[in-house]
């Protein structure tokens, strides 16, 4: 059985940071791409930050430059550091195993909440 386990959300001032983590278990971790996905309140859940199996990452335009996607294929685990966040980067952060376009999971979501 797959599952995603997010962590690291929380509540933090603009301006602030937070690192997410994303443990994989139930996949070989190291041939899927992995990502990180959010959703507003009343909006669409959007692409945030993807990376490859080979390392290749892919950032919004709107997150570029403040968030950072890495992986540890050791520990079966994605990260999302997030710098200079802002009211609006507020949403639950979603993380996502991609094998191909058939084969996918999600993880539960982890709260993100910015304060202004």
């Known amino acids: 059985q797959v599952h995603l386990v997010e962590s690291g959300g929380g509540l933090v001032q603009a301006g602030g940071s937070l690192k997410l983590s994303c443990t994989a278990s139930?996949?070989?971790?190291?041939?899927?791409?992995m990502g990180w996905y959010r959703q507003a309140p009343g909006k669409q859940r959007e692409l945030v930050a993807t990376i490859t199996s080979g390392s290749s990452t892919h950032y919004a335009g709107s997150v570029k430059g403040r968030f950072t996607i890495s992986r540890d294929n050791a520990k079966d685990t994605v990260y999302l550091e997030m710098n200079g966040l802002k009211p609006e980067d507020t949403a639950v952060y979603y993380c996502?195993?991609?094998?191909?376009?058939?084969?996918?999971?999600w993880g539960q979501g982890t709260q993100v909440t910015v304060s202004s």
């Open positions: 996502k195993a991609e094998f191909d376009e058939f084969q996918y999971f």
């Open positions: 139930g996949i070989v971790f190291r041939a899927n791409d």
